[in-house]
């Protein structure tokens, strides 16, 4: 299984999401609380249903968990297109004149792979010194990394920004799924949660 694979049926609304921190905490007996932040990253959780879906959607669906083994795979989720898709203004360096390619992040390792979403109505835009600008976006699935690709060469001193729209890379929180038929034909997928997985973290 590979990041390239969509969650093959949109969600249900409403759609909830839940930013993530992970903390320990220690109360000892001098009453000075202490903290210790385990997670460098915030990651986003995501509360999901899907209803009124079709005999051909439901095995669609569960035959994607299967083949995902539930919890243990990675995949791509497009979030709803006005909640927390698009990045606004992400670094991409500088140009020298020479280079036409750029990473989006402004760096090799970013923590999230910023996987674009290339298809219809997409908003992905490059800028050179905060100018929209023509160019190319792609995303590398094995290296993980996506990058931005003009011609000819921004000149040198050009800053280089970019807006993308994103699929987020997640797992399911749970090793089940509960789908239940409705009615003859119409069926469900009760509550399931999927949690975003940082770049480190993708096999």
């Known amino acids: 299984m590979a990041v390239s694979d969509v969650l093959p049926i949109d969600p249900s609304f409403p759609v909830v999401e839940r930013l ?6 220690s109360d000892p007996d001098s ?3 202490q903290r210790k932040l385990k997670w460098q990253n915030p990651k986003r959780l995501w509360k999901l249903r899907t209803e009124n879906m079709t005999n051909a959607e439901m095995d669609a669906l569960r035959a994607f968990f299967i083949a995902r083994r539930f ?3 990675v995949f791509s989720f497009l979030p709803p297109k006005n909640l927390d898709r698009l990045v606004t203004g992400l670094a991409c360096g500088t140009g020298d004149g020479l280079t ?3 990473t989006i992040g ?3 390792t970013p ?3 910023y996987r674009l979403f290339t298809g219809a109505g997409t908003r992905n835009q490059a800028y050179k010194d905060g100018s929209p600008s023509a160019a190319a976006f792609a995303n590398d699935d094995v290296n993980l990394i996506s990058t931005v690709t003009f011609s000819p060469a921004p000149a040198n001193g050009v800053v280089i920004t970019v807006d993308i729209d994103r699929y987020l890379i ?6 089940q799924a509960v789908l239940t038929l409705e ?7 009760d509550d399931y949660e999927i949690i975003e997985v940082l770049r480190s973290s993708i096999t």
Do not use: M, W
Request: contains cysteine.
């Open 20 to 25: 993530v921190q992970k903390v320990l905490t």
């Open 31 to 33: 009453g000075q609380e």
């Open 71 to 73: 919890a243990f795979d």
């Open 100 to 102: 036409t390619v750029f």
């Open 106 to 108: 402004n760096s090799a």
């Open 111 to 113: 923590p999230y792979y």
């Open 170 to 175: 997640c797992r399911l929180v749970e090793s």
């Open 183 to 189: 009615h003859y034909g119409i069926g469900s997928v």
